[in-house]
T-cell receptor, first 114, second 111 residues
Framework: AAGVIQSPRHLIKEKRETATLKCYPI?????VYWYQQGPGQDPQFLIS???????DKGSIPDRFSAQQFSDYHSELNMSSLELGDSALYFCASSTTGTNTGELFFGEGSRLTVL | QKEVEQNSGPLSVPEGAIASLNCTYSDRGSQSFFWYRQYSGKSPELIMSIYSNGDKEDGRFTAQLNKASQYVSLLIRDSQPSDSATYLCAVGTGTASKLTFGTGTRLQVTL
């Protein structure tokens, strides 16, 4: 079965650079979520999109932005990178309905900021 | 107080024993409850979902929900070394909404 696809899997950037992460949700899933997980921490919700519109916003810094495109893939753009942005970034997708909230996660993109 | 609280562990159980993982949440409006398993460096994987009070069983896993006590638990019967992972409790408050995760309980199943 198709899963959530994230790219790139690993990314190394310098401070103050920009980075873009991509996410391709499971086909026919209408909601995409972005989570950030620092070392030894729980996943922190950043932002979500439902049918290409932003549906909820969490602890996403102003330096970050995200969008969902017409083909339902989503991109997380991060600018003016800081050392503290080093983390695993997970994208997840789900479908509304009886199993609302059952998220299926991608393998994650590991961002290292030097 | 965190919205979703778990004991970080590690919780150590011998192979074949029952592992009991607990989670409390603060938002009484929470409607959906999930357990995710996460191996080190890997993505969270959905194990169980529960939406109403009581028990829900799936194979070796049983989720228990008590909304009055704002408590959800996960029992793993006949624990196997491959069950060794961090178990994340997650709570949702509505449709198409974000999940709030606990910090996770690290389970170690010993031979």
């Amino acid at each position: 079965a198709a899963g959530v696809i994230q790219s790139p899997r690993h990314l190394i950037k310098e401070k103050r650079e920009t980075a873009t992460l991509k996410c391709y949700p499971i086909p026919r899933h209408d909601t995409v979520y972005w989570y950030q997980q620092g070392p030894g921490q729980d996943p922190q919700f950043l932002i979500s999109f439902y049918e290409k519109m932003q549906s909820d916003k969490g602890s996403i810094p102003d330096r970050f932005s995200a969008q969902q495109f017409s083909d339902y893939h989503s991109e997380l753009n991060m600018s003016s990178l800081e050392l503290g942005d080093s983390a695993l970034y997970f994208c997840a997708s789900s479908t509304t309905g009886t199993n609302t909230g059952e998220l299926f996660f991608g393998e994650g993109s590991r961002l290292t900021v030097l | 107080q965190k919205e979703v609280e778990q004991n970080s562990g590690p919780l150590s159980v011998p192979e074949g024993a029952i592992a009991s993982l607990n989670c409390t949440y603060s938002d009484r409006g929470s409607q959906s409850f999930f357990w995710y398993r996460q191996y080190s460096g890997k993505s969270p994987e959905l194990i169980m979902s529960i939406y109403s009070n009581g028990d829900k069983e799936d194979g070796r896993f049983t989720a228990q929900l008590n909304k009055a006590s704002q408590y959800v638990s996960l029992l793993i019967r006949d624990s196997q070394p491959s069950d060794s992972a961090t178990y994340l409790c997650a709570v949702g408050t509505g449709t198409a909404s974000k999940l709030t995760f606990g910090t996770g309980t690290r389970l170690q199943v010993t031979l």
